[in-house]
């Protein structure tokens, strides 16, 4: 595997299946600038600028990637070259529009859901009809993860328990969630990923905002730390792993509450199977909190689905009925936030299996308590 996508054959057999779907939604072909769905199908991480660069599956014929000809060298970059995809290149002057509409052989075609206006505009003039977009046919495909996309997850999800590893160390009273911040976000690079995703630091009061992200408040004996980090691991494939942390030992309150929290987040996983739905899995977890009277510290979903995007489908949520199947990747992560106080919260990416599930996750889900001095 290339550090940067998956050999060759990933690719063909995601052509493959994305023609299939699309020819079974009654479309003509898809067309996929860029963003996550180009990389998903052919590992391009090109950029969208205002000249059109496309890939086109049509239903019927050869995928082709139509772009500007000053961009061929993007190319060498994805899996194209190997796939002997058929290139039609064009010039300014020239209507890229045209070539596509050429390419698809008929008018019905779907659009990737980031295809900028300023193309899909002038695309739906040469077909004579507004595309509509392929998220039905790609949520399927993205959403059933192959073995080289669960084996990526799990490296990654080894590399984030290295860097929460080291986390204890960095908790000192007196530095701020910044400096904080900081050093992970040199951990998470020395650990193995290609860049940092995100990073929350939130101390005290600030682990009450789910997304506060880290500032210059200085770390104090007493505080809970939330800490929620993710970063990019080779073909594109992100970790995301929250643990919560104490500053000296925290209070009988806190022990008992985070005990809740615990189960939650452990009764959570056990609903994760085959046939079980999205929506049990949320319910699993916010019933153990509801009957510890917790219900209302709750705010968010249970979990997300996490690929090539740091959140995408499934998403863990009441009012979700799709059934779970083998291979799905989803983050299951409750949390308790009492507002100007502290928070909570426990995350780990699992995958669901032939009969159960399990997580990329190992690192202990116990409120971590770090020594004052």
Known sequence: MNSRRFDAGVYRRRLAAAAAATGAAGLDGLVITPGYDLRYLIGSRAETFERLTALVVPVAGSPTVVLPRLELASLKESAALELDLAVRDWVDGENPYELVSGVLGGVRAAVTDSMPALHLLPLADVLGVTPVLATDVMRELRMVKEAAEVDALRKAGAAIDRVHARVPELLVPGRTEADVAADIAEAIVAEGH?????????SGPHGADPHHGYSDRELRVGDIVVVDIGGT???GYHSDSTRTYSIGEPNSEVVQQYSVLQRAQRAAFEVVRPGATAEQVDAAARSVLAEAGLAEYFVHRTGHGIGLCVHEEPYIVA?????????MAFSIEPGIYFPGRWGARIEDIVVVTDDGAVSVNNRPHDLIVVPAS
């Open 319 to 327: 009012g979700n009925d799709l059934p779970l199947a083998a291979g």
């Open 233 to 235: 691991y080779g073909p």
């Open 194 to 202: 290609s860049e940092v995703a995100f990073i929350i630091v939130g």
